[in-house]
């Protein structure tokens, strides 16, 4: 930790000493803003955070992204760029006592020498609300600038008042071609080269995480050496992430997904499993893969278990949650449970049905909402008509109106035809003459109006 009113000598050492013998994320750590890679999105030529920090305006920040997106290269940056002092804090270790000492040393270095200081206070989550609340007058008066850095939803960790005194900052994990760039440059730094293939698949593996990719790159470069090798192989990346290349290529990419989803569809809870699996270990984008299953939920499964889609959503939330590994185990839940799940596509049908007729030309003024459903809420509605005849459900036994709902030319036509599988079966009403098989819409249960056809609805290819 450098502290704020101390001299930059050692810090320069250090940093000097760093850049020859450092670890090559070390090494590589962008000295500019014009060297960071990616986040363009705050970074960009006249992108929020860019123009701030260019500006000198930037007041206390919380920078929240996934471990090696640059929260603690931005933090330095910012630092270097107001000329202001550095101070590095673990949350982890660092307690209240520490922070007060900081403090004091930031308002003397301020009050003796004009110049500011940044407090980069890594895993801000992890401060307890007593170190949080030592350090907002601080914040507060301006004293100094905290760039606070989190992996987790800041709205649930980081205290209430210190938030809202923060500018929030959203980084997002690293895209396979910023890798690249990044992956080049660090090859070009040490005089080396790697085969292409090497490259893609680290990129791919490291889901986004920059300091990873490097991590990765050094070992694979030792390797490379260790066999008397300048250049960077594909089997040197595989050995150093420990894994094999089961990489495919687009074409079989599709297919790939296509026998994941035929098979959790199909209830063959194994297959589904072997394909998630074969998937994770290529390095499949885990958040497509969980994208797909909640497609899947309502579209193979839908009605005859409703808790398949909440399930597929937990499973998609823990990926952005818990991230990979672990989020491994809440995809294959998802999958043995949507597999082991009654299937019904009766959701997908209705919806397909249901936009014909909604693209379809309406005969004359047939396609109007029906004058007694129209919104009746602002002056001059009752005079138009609007709302008039309008029966409230929940003031008739069993919270049914027998009343029309859909534009006249469409009255009857049946678009949800329940399976009978599961859950997947029409409410009865409860009003005398309405409690038919077909419910109160009307239409016989069970009929496919014309045109719909029987088979996997939109999306059947995957």
């Known amino acids: 930790m450098s502290g704020a009113g101390q001299p930059d000598l050692f810090d320069a050492a250090l940093t000097e000493r760093l850049a020859r013998s450092g670890p090559l994320a070390a090494r590589m750590r962008p000295q500019s803003l014009d060297e960071m890679v990616g986040q363009e999105h705050l970074l960009g030529p006249g992108r929020p955070l860019r123009a701030l920090i260019e500006a000198d305006r930037l007041s206390s920040a919380i920078l929240w992204g996934p471990a090696g997106t640059g929260k603690t290269t931005l933090a330095r940056l910012i630092a270097g760029a107001t000329r202001r002092a550095f101070v590095d804090m673990s949350a982890v270790s660092a307690g209240v006592k520490d922070v007060r000492e900081t403090v004091e040393a930031a308002r003397r270095l301020l009050a003796e020498q004009g110049r500011g200081t940044v407090l980069f206070l890594d895993e801000v989550h992890r401060f307890n609300r007593a170190q949080q609340d030592a350090?907002?007058?601080?914040?507060?008066?301006?004293?100094?600038?905290?760039?606070?850095?989190?992996?987790?939803?800041?709205?649930?960790?980081?205290?209430?008042?210190?938030?809202?005194?923060?500018?929030?900052?959203?980084?997002?994990?690293?895209?396979?071609?910023?890798?690249?760039?990044?992956?080049?440059?660090?090859?070009?730094?040490?005089?080396?080269?790697?085969?292409?293939?090497?490259?893609?698949?680290?990129?791919?593996?490291?889901?986004?995480?920059?300091?990873?990719?490097?991590?990765?790159?050094?070992?694979?470069?030792?390797?490379?050496?260790?066999?008397?090798?300048?250049?960077?192989?594909?089997?040197?990346?595989?050995?150093?992430?420990?894994?094999?290349?089961?990489?495919?290529g687009e074409d079989e990419h599709y297919d790939v997904i296509s026998a994941f989803i035929k098979s959790i569809r199909g209830s063959d809870v194994d297959a589904g499993l072997y394909w998630l699996a074969r998937m994770l270990e290529a390095g499949e984008d885990a958040r497509f893969i969980a994208r797909r299953l909640v497609v899947l939920a309502s579209e193979d499964v839908g009605m005859a278990d409703p808790l398949g889609l909440l399930v597929a959503d937990a499973a998609a939330r823990a990926v952005e949650f818990v991230g990979l590994p672990e989020a491994r185990l809440n995809l294959a839940h998802a999958v043995v449970y949507l597999a082991n799940a009654a299937k019904s596509n009766s959701v997908t049908l209705a919806l397909g049905s249901a936009r014909q007729d909604a693209v379809a030309p309406a005969p004359g003024a047939g396609g109007t909402v029906p004058a007694h459903l129209r919104d009746a809420h602002y002056k001059g509605a009752a005079k138009l008509g609007h709302g008039r005849g309008y029966v409230y459900p929940h003031d008739r036994p069993g919270a049914w109106a027998d009343q029309q709902y859909r534009p006249d030319h469409l009255e009857g036509h049946t678009y949800w035809s329940p399976t009978g599988r599961g859950r997947d079966v029409r409410r009865q009403a409860t009003s005398p003459g309405a409690d038919q098989p077909g419910g109160p819409s009307g239409g016989p249960a069970g009929t496919v109006p014309p045109g719909t056809g029987t088979g996997g609805g939109p999306g059947v290819g995957s």
């Open 135 to 248: 350090l907002l007058p601080s914040v507060e008066a301006g004293e100094l600038t905290l760039v606070g850095a989190t992996t987790e939803n800041p709205f649930f960790s980081v205290n209430g008042p210190l938030l809202s005194r923060s500018s929030l900052f959203r980084l997002e994990p690293l895209g396979e071609e910023a890798l690249g760039v990044l992956l080049r440059r660090a090859l070009r730094r040490e005089g080396r080269e790697a085969d292409e293939a090497a490259l893609a698949l680290l990129a791919r593996l490291v889901e986004g995480d920059a300091r990873s990719a490097l991590n990765g790159l050094e070992v694979a470069m030792a390797l490379a050496g260790a066999a008397g090798r300048e250049r960077v192989e594909l089997g040197d990346v595989e050995a150093a992430r420990s894994t094999r290349a089961l990489h495919y």
